[in-house]
């Protein structure tokens, strides 16, 4: 008689593979340390013990939870791995808003938990106005949002592309993260071979240190260009994880210089080859090569022109064409704001503000939604579309209007083309189409909830790139977020999740042949 072994279902990997999750805590409870030691010597007292003693308390009931589940092992360590991911956009963020909950006065639970998925998800958006907030607080805002962004490097390179999820469907070729080997089988063969948790591992070994020294080396320069050390670090973290979280204050304590340099650490975030040169099959060393650093290029520049001109065309309606110093800080201004956009990231320069009053025009929405929309590079802490995908769609719509004009031509899989992948147009168009279908379904959630419908789209978009600034610009400054209902910050949450992980990232959680051993 024949004896099946009973399969493990969701709950049951959920339950006995945490320790990724559970590490992912720990760490987050280490980091409450920081703002404890920033508020002691502020003088904050309140706010260090809240931070101390939560971090404390839940780094000990952690360690426990490690020790308990040290000895089990998923049968499925790749899908066990998916899995801590959801756990960490949705559960961690419970532990992150405990110390907060101690300490600002008068709010709910509800609302400290979805400005921790906000901050986690990388998306930045913010339920409180700066001046409810202490710099202590502000800064432990931008310490979850860096955490969030760590985890999606580490993520993306472990976990996601073994899976071709998050944009590696369209990719050269799978990560790996040694040097050597060559064609797709080579690649593909040896990184599936790697035992998932030595991934994980290698992957944090190789690029958390280049994360957290870019970090620091920027805060270094923020501070050398006369910003306050909290205000930077803030800055610092925030740009490398696209988060576009401040303390209140912008770009206006950063002045020109600090946004050159911003934008210069901005490109880490528009092609995974700025921070990693193993990462394709051909390993190319040269970014002009690059076809996410082209692809930005052209619309960086393509929305900085019809900006200023748009801008220079009302200045000309007015009169005020002879300020040569206004234009100027037009033309960047439309830069520097259309790079931090497309790269989710939402700051706004401080030209930004001076190239409206100089030609008297409103900000132009929709464009920055589109540019969100579009979103950074692949393996890199950006959300929205991402370039490696918009790039797909192009070639394949280039190589279609081709052979409507030469029906009879034979097209070949060399240039541009040939480096596409097998299936990777068919990928990238799926996933532009459930992008789009998510953005119908959080519109009408946030519809039901009670948001018009233009604020309900914009809102959307802004959740589902994980481009918080963006809807504070919709919705009316920071803070502006806890004008929503109960509902419609639960739907708003739900979308920086999924906007976070990728529909398809989600979708593969819920096939049933992805549970089967």
Same mark, same amino acid.
């Given at each position: 008689?024949?004896?099946?072994?009973?399969?493990?279902?969701?709950?049951?990997?959920?339950?006995?593979?945490?320790?990724?999750?559970?590490?992912?805590?720990?760490?987050?409870?280490?980091?409450?340390?920081?703002?404890?030691?920033?508020?002691?010597?502020?003088?904050?007292?309140?706010?260090?013990?809240?931070?101390?003693?939560?971090?404390?308390?839940?780094?000990?009931?952690?360690?426990?939870?490690?020790?308990?589940?040290?000895?089990?092992?998923?049968?499925?360590?790749?899908?066990?791995?998916?899995?801590?991911?959801?756990?960490?956009f949705t559960l961690l963020p419970v532990l992150a808003a405990i110390p907060l909950?101690?300490?600002?006065?008068?709010?709910?639970?509800?609302?400290?938990?979805?400005?921790?998925?906000?901050?986690?998800?990388?998306?930045?958006?913010?339920?409180?106005?700066?001046?409810?907030?202490?710099?202590?607080?502000?800064?432990?805002?931008?310490?979850?949002?860096?955490?969030?962004?760590?985890?999606?490097?580490?993520?993306?390179?472990?976990?996601?592309?073994?899976?071709?999820?998050?944009?590696?469907?369209?990719?050269?070729?799978?990560?790996?993260?040694?040097?050597?080997?060559?064609?797709?089988?080579?690649?593909?063969?040896?990184?599936?071979?790697?035992?998932?948790?030595?991934?994980?591992?290698?992957?944090?070994?190789?690029?958390?240190?280049?994360?957290?020294?870019?970090?620091?080396?920027?805060?270094?320069?923020?501070?050398?260009?006369?910003?306050?050390?909290?205000?930077?670090?803030?800055?610092?973290?925030?740009?490398?994880?696209?988060?576009?979280?401040?303390?209140?204050?912008?770009?206006?304590?950063?002045?020109?210089?600090?946004?050159?340099?911003?934008?210069?650490?901005?490109?880490?975030?528009?092609?995974?080859?700025?921070?990693?040169?193993?990462?394709?099959?051909?390993?190319?060393?040269?970014?002009?090569?690059?076809?996410?650093?082209?692809?930005?290029?052209?619309?960086?520049?393509?929305?900085?022109?019809?900006?200023?001109?748009?801008?220079?065309? *009302? $200045? &000309?309606?007015?009169?005020?064409?002879?300020? =040569? @110093?206004? %234009?100027?800080?037009?033309?960047?201004?439309? !830069?520097?704001?259309?790079?931090s956009f497309l790269t989710t990231t939402g700051f706004e320069s401080v030209h930004?503000?001076?190239?409206?009053?100089?030609?008297?025009?409103?900000?132009?929405?929709?464009?920055?939604?589109?540019?969100?929309?579009?979103?950074?590079?692949?393996?890199?802490?950006?959300?929205?579309?991402?370039?490696?995908?918009?790039?797909?769609?192009?070639?394949?719509?280039?190589?279609?209007?081709?052979?409507?004009?030469?029906?009879?031509?034979?097209?070949?899989?060399? *240039? $541009? &083309?040939?480096?596409?992948?097998?299936?990777? =147009? @068919?990928? %990238?168009?799926?996933?532009?189409?459930?992008? !789009?279908?998510?953005?119908?379904?959080?519109?009408?959630?946030?519809?039901?909830?009670?948001?018009?419908?233009?604020?309900?789209?914009?809102?959307?978009?802004?959740?589902?790139?994980?481009?918080?600034?963006?809807?504070?610009?919709?919705?009316?400054?920071?803070?502006?977020?806890?004008?929503?209902?109960?509902?419609?910050?639960?739907?708003?949450?739900?979308?920086?999740?999924?906007?976070?992980?990728?529909?398809?990232?989600?979708?593969?959680?819920?096939?049933?042949?992805?549970?089967r051993d």
């Open positions: 008689m024949l004896r099946t072994r009973a399969r493990p279902g969701p709950l049951g990997v959920l339950g006995r593979q945490v320790s990724l999750a559970v590490l992912m805590g720990m760490g987050l409870c280490v980091s409450m340390y920081g703002p404890a030691l920033h508020a002691e010597i502020a003088g904050e007292h309140p706010t260090a013990r809240a931070f101390f003693y939560s971090g404390t308390l839940l780094l000990a009931l952690l360690a426990a939870i490690a020790v308990a589940s040290a000895r089990h092992r998923s049968s499925n360590v790749s899908r066990s791995h998916l899995v801590a991911l959801l756990i960490a909950a101690q300490v600002v006065v008068d709010t709910r639970f509800l609302n400290l938990y979805v400005e921790m998925v906000s901050a986690a998800t990388t998306t930045g958006g913010s339920l409180y106005a700066p001046t409810r907030l202490n710099d202590s607080m502000h800064l432990w805002r931008a310490i979850v949002a860096w955490e969030g962004g760590l985890v999606i490097w580490v993520a993306a390179i472990a976990i996601l592309a073994p899976l071709n999820l998050g944009g590696f469907e369209v990719a050269e070729g799978n990560i790996t993260l040694r040097h050597g080997g060559a064609g797709p089988n080579a690649i593909r063969v040896r990184d599936r071979s790697i035992d998932p948790e030595a991934r994980v591992w290698r992957a944090l070994g190789t690029l958390g240190p280049i994360y957290i020294g870019l970090t620091l080396l920027l805060w270094a320069i923020l501070v050398t260009l006369g910003e306050r050390s909290v205000t930077a670090l803030i800055h610092a973290m925030s740009t490398m994880a696209t988060s576009g979280i401040t303390d209140g204050t912008g770009m206006t304590t950063v002045g020109f210089g600090g946004e050159v340099v911003i934008a210069l650490f901005l490109v880490f975030a528009l092609s995974r080859q700025t921070f990693s040169t193993d990462m394709n099959r051909e390993r190319s060393r040269h970014l002009a090569n690059d076809r996410e650093i082209w692809t930005a290029g052209l619309v960086i520049a393509a929305v900085t022109v019809i900006l200023f001109a748009r801008h220079w065309v *009302g $200045a &000309f309606e007015i009169g005020d064409l002879s300020d =040569t @110093e206004a %234009a100027l800080g037009a033309l960047w201004g439309s !830069a520097f704001t259309a790079l930004w503000d001076a190239a409206q009053d100089w030609s008297g025009l409103d900000a132009p929405t929709v464009l920055l939604l589109g540019l969100a929309i579009f979103g950074g590079g692949v393996a890199t802490t950006a959300g929205g579309v991402k370039l490696l995908r918009i790039y797909t769609l192009y070639e394949h719509g280039r190589r279609e209007m081709n052979l409507l004009v030469h029906p009879s031509a034979v097209a070949g899989m060399s *240039g $541009a &083309f040939g480096r596409i992948p097998k299936g990777g =147009t @068919e990928g %990238a168009w799926v996933f532009f189409m459930l992008f !789009a279908t998510s953005v119908a379904v959080v519109t009408l959630a946030l519809t039901a909830a009670g948001l018009d419908f233009g604020a309900a789209v914009a809102l959307g978009v802004a959740c589902l790139t994980t481009t918080g600034p963006l809807a504070e610009i919709v919705l009316g400054g920071q803070g502006a977020l806890n004008s929503l209902g109960d509902g419609g910050k639960l739907v708003a949450a739900a979308a920086m999740v999924v906007g976070r992980l990728e529909a398809l990232a989600l979708i593969a959680l819920l096939n049933p042949d992805f549970w």
